[in-house]
T-cell receptor, first 113, second 114 residues
């Protein structure tokens, strides 16, 4: 059982480049989300989705786009990378509902130079 | 802005000791308070969670204490072990708004020394 799979594990971008961080889950979870983790800031919610075709903004959505065409996949797109987007990005999924735990992937470490 | 304040930022405890991490929240609309544990190179994983109608929840060596009037909750790790060395995040969630969006604290790096 793979759980939540994130690719790539590491990425270096130049300012202005675009890229897509991939996230896939095999647990048939309705809810998926993206967080970024920065030192001293904890985990901050970027975007989330409560099901295929439905997405919404979290706390820090600027500079990021998402779409949810299937239950399994929830890619995060950086349209024009900036140094402020240097971070570790985590994708998470759950069955939805308040008490259901978030299942996190192992993260993508992104550096923007 | 951070809506849940977590302290301390880092903590060193001797093996067998008690580790205590504290969190304070502001908005009483939140009614779900989990703790997540993260090892280096891995994503966070749910450790234990509590709702405000319960003052304490214990799972093995891990206990959450909840003080609704003070809007504070804490994680106690009894008989701390080197394998408990990790980063711990408290979080808060609300039953309104759909899904299970969580707001996380800033994290506490725990080191348990032999």
């Amino acid at each position: 059982n793979a759980g939540v799979t994130q690719t790539p594990k590491f990425q270096v971008l130049k300012t202005g480049q675009s890229m897509t961080l991939q996230c896939a889950q095999d647990m048939n979870h309705e809810y998926m989300s993206w967080y970024r983790q920065d030192p001293g800031m904890g985990l901050r919610l970027i975007h989330y989705s409560v099901g295929a075709g439905i997405t919404d903004q979290g706390e820090v959505p600027n500079g990021y786009n998402v779409s949810r065409s299937t239950t399994e996949d929830f890619p995060l797109r950086l349209l024009s990378a900036a140094p402020s987007q240097t971070s570790v990005y985590f994708c998470a999924s759950s069955t939805g509902g308040l008490n259901s735990p978030l299942h996190f992937g192992n993260g993508t470490r992104l550096t923007v130079t | 802005q951070q809506q849940v304040k977590q302290s301390p930022q880092s903590l060193i405890v001797q093996k067998g000791g008690i580790s205590i991490i504290n969190c304070a929240y502001e908005n009483t609309a939140f009614d779900y308070f989990p703790w997540y544990q993260q090892f280096p190179g891995k994503g966070p994983a749910l450790l234990i969670a509590i709702r405000p109608d319960v003052s304490e929840k214990k799972e093995g060596r891990f206990t959450i204490s909840f003080n609704k009037s003070a809007k504070q909750f804490s994680l106690h790790i009894m008989d701390s072990q080197p394998g408990d060395s990790a980063t711990y995040f408290c979080a808060e969630g609300a039953s309104t708004g759909g899904g299970n969006k969580l707001t996380f604290g800033t994290g506490t790096q725990l080191k348990v020394e032999l």
